[in-house]
């Protein structure tokens, strides 16, 4: 019969040989014989842990711990044991007494990070990584978790400096380079951070996660199409790697290319159905003319039901009474700001709300600081910088704040905060500006618009009551330093030209065709769009009119333009075309500012009577047209009208200067009635 150590020694071998079953048997053999021996209990605990019995691999563990308390290595996998299964207090004391028996353990060291990590104990898990990587220089991991640790503390140039260690003494892991890259990109070295991803794919081909990265590198310079070409490769390597499908989706959505786009996004989305994509996919579905109204609200009531809706707390902050003490306390809510009109509009608020009246806090969520942001700090009341706060934490600021009136400035576009409101942190919530149909929460209570772009009737498109205000539901602010409307291009010469400077992504089939149409209409004429920053896009937008029979010598592509080169590039164009049906909001009145007057087709929704509204509180509803046929004659009379569109070029900006569209005070004081009155 065989002796102890010599079952012991067998169940080893077997177990050494990845017999698992048979050493099992061996080690519950002779535990039956001597329940106590310590490193049958450890070595039977690790096989029942891995195959997933985690209660009797902890009892197993505890037994061997009972009896040898120094037995390193039984200490170390219930550790282990512990973090697989949350319990990362447990963990860190079990790491805790083997770093007492065995305190330079480069392993343990660095597990003890991760578990206070896991707690959220960040400063002492640089301590533990930083450690980690003097006792053993040879440890990658011990490098990259610094610095990864040391950017959760926001030690950011500290932890590119780990970075940099890191991949100079390990040049070839590519790991390290990949989280170089990232570092460099969170700190604004975008190309830096290239160069780290390209080094990083050269060394693994296979990749994908740097693939992924160096494309939003890419997305950050504008270099579009490098960075689709990354996106692709990385859903080639990674089929099921859902942060690519998106990255892909919302850079084909940027340039135009809708459908695609779509498909990308919903392709994510059914390998990882998070609310930030579900988002950026209606915020694609807005601009489809392939869907009613009806069909829009519906994808965003579905986007609610199943990321939102239920977040709601059971008991909703109290609404104060009209008549209670105080100032109204107004809070606003913003990501990054998408462009120039949205920092120019909120500044317009801050300016002129009336603060004997109002107490506003803007929640800022943007990483940037600039002269804009820096004025608007010190217009605010308060200003709470919250880009890092999750939204569960923003919704407890809001809350701890006690905000009466809450406003949304984003809607499903980039860096939205929905998920905090759908969290009801204040009694009453309102989305604003810009976003051209329903947020779908239950807990918005309502939109400003006004009553031409959300007519009598509308109210059946939306969750949020309509707050219609006497004029138009938000208020254009005139770029300063621009140059004046130049003499109507046309006045001199044969040839007219049509131009669209809206993001490509509203140019819908129905749309192009219509404009196509306006070309062969209008002999000589030209059409100037804005195309993006996508050469490859550029050529399929140029390949729809060409598929028309419009040549391609009769359009001229502009890619994204900085702002100073964007309102020159209004000068050449003697007609604006407005797209449909998902119409331009600032960028017609831009047009409107540089003397441009703006053909537009009204819609049935608000996304198509933007225009509309702007044009009737302008006096200008000759150029509204109710068809896209009707457009097309529209634009061949005004084309035949050109001392008529000469004189209004000389006397639009008046016009729009001395309108409601301009008029921010009187907006304000409507924008206050309106709080108020909820």
């Known amino acids: 019969m065989a002796t102890a150590d010599e079952l012991f020694q067998q169940a080893l071998v077997a177990h050494q040989t990845g017999d698992h079953n048979g050493a099992e048997a061996r080690y519950r053999r002779l535990l039956d014989v001597i329940p106590d021996h310590a490193s049958s209990l450890t070595n039977l605990g690790s096989i029942v842990a891995k195959r997933g019995d985690t209660g009797e691999a902890e009892q197993l563990y505890r037994r061997a711990v009972a009896a040898n308390p120094d037995q390193l290595d039984t200490r170390f996998n219930l550790g282990n044991l512990y973090r697989r299964l949350g319990r990362h207090k447990d963990a860190a004391g079990e790491y805790e007494e083997v770093l007492r028996l065995a305190p330079n353990a480069p392993q343990v060291i660095v597990n003890l990070g991760l578990a206070v990590s896991d707690l959220g104990d960040w400063p002492r898990a640089v301590e533990c990584f930083a450690r980690a990587a003097t006792v053993a220089p040879d440890l990658p991991d011990a490098l990259l978790l610094l610095g990864d640790a040391l950017a959760r503390c926001g030690q950011f140039d500290q932890s590119v400096l780990a970075f940099r260690e890191a991949v100079a003494r390990f040049p070839d892991v590519a ?15 975008a190309e830096d951070a290239i160069a780290a991803f390209e080094r990083a794919v050269a060394i693994e081909p296979g990749f994908a996660e740097a693939h992924n990265a160096l494309g939003l590198a890419f997305d950050t310079l504008g270099r579009t199409d490098d960075a689709q070409r990354a996106y692709r490769e990385a859903t080639r390597l990674k089929p099921d790697r859902a942060h690519a499908w998106a990255n892909l989706g919302t850079s084909l959505a940027q340039e135009g290319l809708s459908g695609e786009a779509n498909d990308a996004l919903r392709r994510s989305l059914a390998l990882d159905p998070n609310a930030l994509t579900h988002g950026t996919l209606l915020a694609t579905l807005v601009q489809s003319a392939d869907l009613t109204p009806e069909q829009i609200r519906d994808e965003h009531f579905a986007w609610a039901e199943q990321h939102a809706n ?12 009209s008549d209670a003490p105080g100032r109204i306390r107004l809070g606003y809510v913003f990501g990054e700001f998408r ?23 803007v929640y800022a969520g943007t990483l940037h600081r600039d002269d804009a942001t820096d004025r608007m700090r010190k217009l605010a009341d308060t200003w709470k910088p919250v880009a890092r706060h999750s939204d569960e934490r923003l919704a407890q600021t809001i809350r701890a704040d006690e905000i ?16 905090a409101f759908a969290r009801k942190p204040a009694a009453t919530q ?22 031409t772009t959300d007519p009598p009737g509308a109210e059946a498109l939306y969750t949020e009551k309509l707050l219609r205000l006497p004029d138009l539901g938000w208020v254009y602010v005139p770029p300063a330093d621009v140059p004046n409307p130049n003499p ?12 669209c400077l809206n993001h490509p992504g509203k140019l819908s089939e129905p749309c192009v065709s219509a404009w ?23 050529e399929v937008l140029a390949a729809r009119f060409t598929k028309l029979g419009v040549a391609s010598d009769r359009l001229e592509l502009v890619y994204r333009l900085p702002a100073a080169d964007y309102f020159e590039a209004y000068q050449p164009i003697d007609l604006a075309l407005d797209p449909f049906p998902y119409n331009g909001g600032v960028t017609t009145c831009d047009a409107l500012w540089m003397g ?33 046929e009707q457009l097309v004659t529209l634009a061949a009379t005004w084309a035949d009208q050109r001392e008529s569109l000469a004189d209004l070029r000389g006397t639009i900006r008046d016009i729009v200067n001395q309108s409601a569209v301009t008029a921010v005070a009187p907006y304000v004081k409507h924008l206050e009635a309106a709080y108020r009155g909820v």
């Open 516 to 538: 196509a149409a306006i070309l062969k209409a209008v002999p000589k004429s030209r059409l100037v769009l804005l195309a993006g920053q996508s050469v490859a896009s550029a």
């Open 175 to 189: 790991r390290g380079h990949q989280n170089l890259g990232l570092q460099l990109a969170a700190t604004g070295q």
């Open 488 to 499: 109507l291009p046309a006045a001199g010469r044969r040839s007219f030209t049509f131009g």
């Open 404 to 419: 009466d009136v809450l406003v949304d400035l984003n809607g499903h576009t980039s860096g939205n905060r929905l998920l």
């Open 596 to 628: 441009v007057p703006v053909l537009t087709v009204a819609g049935r929704d608000a996304r198509g009577r933007q225009g509309v509204s702007i044009l009737n509180a302008l006096g200008l509803p000759e150029f509204v047209a109710d068809t896209p």
């Open 430 to 451: 309102i989305t604003l500006f810009g976003y051209p149909a329903t947020t779908g929460l239950r807990a918005m209570d309502f939109r400003v618009t006004d009553a």
């Open 310 to 321: 239920a977040l709601a707390p059971t008991e909703p902050p109290h609404k104060r009474g």
């Open 339 to 361: 462009s120039r009109a949205a920092r120019a509009f909120l500044e317009a608020l801050l300016t002129h709300h009336d603060r004997t009246r109002f107490h506003v806090t």
